[in-house]
């Protein structure tokens, strides 16, 4: 169970159509995959890519980190003694959540392939998965349009994002809800666009209207903590942390100063399944719900991401689309509409295309 080495492999994948929001436009992902080759042959591999505006890590950091500092705390490791490896990766440098993401998930598919399990059954759980899918901020009649097709395809849950000329964002948001079914659910993202008070007015105004909003995530500055809690005190509508939370430590300070509502998990900012467990139970304790999303990327740290999803209590939401945006097929978990499934092989396992 020693681990011999370590490889980082990168590739770039297109997507189908352009993804955007507030912060960002992207066209295409670069995937960075981390595989760690065990001495009795067991390879666990996991991914990352690169959100600049969001984490920091670029390309370049995540590779040069992953061939740097977390090969060489790994080397040598006998992976039996599971969690000191997991702890050596989050210890070998600061910050640069994502290439220790990426390092995380395959020492987390390394072992529960040795045990010869799914990583959910490792984890402990197995419950059903549904995910939202993504409306990109546009025109509101390109999101009403989108939201449409997106409920065509089979989904019940439809994540807005809005924020960028936030005066017409009103009108789309009524032009999404004009657009579906009352049964489909609406969840907001401005990707920290709005002005604290801006935000109250929005959202006082959508308390108004019985629109089905079941939350709204970031509508502030990620760094303006003072602003999120402004907002969270101010609207009845469920306020989540994404961009302002990353680690389990952040997450002790945004409960017990009652900054937001609810908290968004994501591997990439937390460093992988073992902060992010640690971010859920925190969070558990204080009876403050989670969910789990993903930045675009490949769907294999999208599939660890569901498996933590589909084991942690505390997980009620979920936001694990990205994969659908990709110009390939997902290989290590499928999509059926909304419904998320994961592989039943050993460790994050692999989808056999249909
Ligand atoms: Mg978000």
């Known amino acids: 169970m020693i681990i011999k080495d370590v490889q980082v492999h990168y590739r770039n994948i297109p997507l189908l159509v352009p993804f955007k929001t507030a912060l960002r436009q992207a066209n295409e992902i670069d995937?960075?995959?981390?595989?760690?080759?065990?001495?009795?042959?067991?390879?666990?591999?996991?991914?990352?890519?690169?959100?600049?505006?969001?984490?920091?890590?670029?390309?370049?950091?995540?590779?040069?980190?992953?061939?740097?500092?977390?090969?060489?705390?790994?080397?040598g490791h006998d992976l039996r003694d599971f969690q000191e490896a997991l702890k050596k990766v989050q210890r070998c440098c600061t910050g640069n959540?994502?290439?220790?993401?990426?390092?995380?998930?395959?020492?987390?598919?390394?072992?529960?392939?040795?045990?010869?399990?799914?990583l959910y059954a490792y984890l402990g759980g197995q419950k059903n998965l549904r995910t939202s899918m993504t409306i990109g901020v546009d025109t509101p009649e390109k999101m009403a349009w989108d939201a449409e097709k997106s409920v065509e395809a089979g989904f019940h849950l439809l994540k807005?994002?809005?924020?960028?000329?936030?005066?017409?964002?009103?009108e789309r948001i009524?032009?999404?809800?004009?657009?579906?079914?009352?049964d489909v659910k609406l969840r907001l993202d401005a990707n920290q666009a709005w002005e604290p008070k801006q935000a109250?007015?929005?959202?006082?105004?959508?308390?108004?209207?019985?629109?089905?909003?079941?939350?709204?995530?970031?509508?502030?500055?990620?760094?303006?903590?003072?602003?999120?809690?402004?907002?969270?005190?101010?609207?009845?509508?469920?306020?989540?942390?994404d961009e302002s939370l990353f680690s389990a430590k952040d997450a002790l300070k945004l409960i017990a100063g009652r900054f937001a509502d609810l908290i968004n998990i994501k591997l990439m900012k937390c460093g992988g399944i073992s902060e992010a467990w640690k971010i859920a139970d925190i969070a558990e304790a204080n009876g403050v719900k989670c969910m789990v999303g993903s930045m675009m990327e490949p769907s294999l740290s999208v599939a660890a991401a569901?498996?933590?999803?589909?084991?942690?209590?505390?997980?009620?939401?979920?936001?694990?689309?990205?994969?659908?945006?990709?110009?390939?097929?997902?290989?290590?978990?499928?999509?059926?509409?909304?419904?998320?499934?994961?592989?039943?092989?050993?460790?994050?396992?692999?989808?056999?295309?249909?």
């Open 174 to 182: 009524e032009a999404v809800r004009r657009a579906v079914s009352p």
């Open 306 to 354: 569901a498996h933590f999803a589909a084991a942690h209590p505390n997980v009620v939401y979920m936001d694990l689309d990205a994969p659908l945006w990709l110009s390939e097929e997902p290989d290590h978990l499928t999509y059926d509409g909304e419904d998320v499934l994961l592989s039943d092989q050993p460790g994050i396992g692999i989808v056999q295309p249909v």
């Open 31 to 75: 995937s960075i995959e981390v595989e760690i080759t065990l001495d009795n042959g067991i390879k666990g591999t996991g991914a990352a890519a690169p959100t600049v505006v969001i984490t920091g890590d670029s390309t370049e950091s995540i590779m040069s980190v992953a061939a740097g500092p977390i090969k060489e705390a790994l080397s």
């Open 97 to 118: 959540t994502s290439a220790k993401a990426a390092a995380d998930i395959a020492l987390y598919d390394a072992y529960s392939k040795w045990l010869n399990i799914p």
């Open 200 to 241: 109250v007015q929005i959202l006082q105004e959508l308390e108004k209207k019985d629109f089905g909003i079941e939350f709204v995530e970031q509508p502030v500055r990620a760094d303006d903590w003072e602003g999120l809690k402004f907002v969270t005190e101010r609207t009845k509508l469920p306020v989540m942390a």
């Open 160 to 170: 807005i994002k809005v924020g960028t000329y936030p005066e017409i964002d009103l």
